[in-house]
Each structure stands twice: as structure tokens, then as C-alpha cells.
């Protein structure tokens, strides 16, 4: 991964520290932005994905931004369904 650049991690069903291990092989790798996204019920998870990684693994990790928002998609019977989503910005204290 080329320095500079930055990667997203889109929370789903999996264990919180499986997005914690891919947000440090990340920043491992070169990434110097790493935007944590969710939408719906799994927006809790990836505000303790970043809780964890800021807590006991990357000190210097800062949070540049959060945006919410919201998508409307296609529900089961047609119909609209606004679902809530969340974009957290991270990157290393010292990076650009």
C-alpha cells in the first residue's frame, strides 16, 4: 500500500477484533487515513472498533472526523427504508 493513502473498513457481522486486526494491518502497512464505516445496527461495533484501537493497541491514533448520515434503500415489501450510517476518519498523530 502506498504511503499517504487512505483505506476504508466496512463493519459488518463479523467480531469486533477482526476489524481491529484489519484497521492495524492497515496502518502496519502504510495507510496513513483509515475511515471506519457502518450503517444500521452496526454502527455500536464500529464506534468499539475504534474505541479498542485507540485504547490498547495505537495510542497516537487521532479521529479526524465523523460524518452521519443516512441511505434510503429498497425494504422487503418495496417500500423506502432510511437506514443510519457513520464514517469514522482515523489517522496516526504525526502522519499527513
Known amino acids: ?16 477484533m477482526s476489524y ?3 484497521c492495524l494491518t492497515l496502518f502496519h ?22 474505541r479498542i484501537l485507540r485504547e490498547n ?3 497516537n491514533i487521532k479521529i479526524r472526523g465523523i460524518e452521519i448520515g443516512t ?5 422487503r415489501n418495496g417500500r423506502p427504508l ?3 450510517t457513520i464514517s469514522i ?6 502522519s499527513t
Open 82 to 84: 432510511s437506514i443510519s
Open 57 to 59: 493497541f495505537i495510542r
Open 20 to 22: 481491529v486486526l484489519a
Open 29 to 50: 502497512d502504510g495507510a496513513s487515513e483509515v475511515v471506519v464505516k457502518a450503517r444500521g445496527r452496526s454502527i455500536s461495533k464500529a464506534v468499539d472498533v475504534v
Open 1 to 16: 500500500m502506498a504511503i499517504n493513502s487512505t483505506a476504508e473498513i466496512y463493519i459488518g457481522k463479523k467480531a469486533v
Open 71 to 75: 441511505e434510503v434503500i429498497a425494504g
Open 89 to 94: 476518519r482515523l489517522v496516526k498523530e504525526g
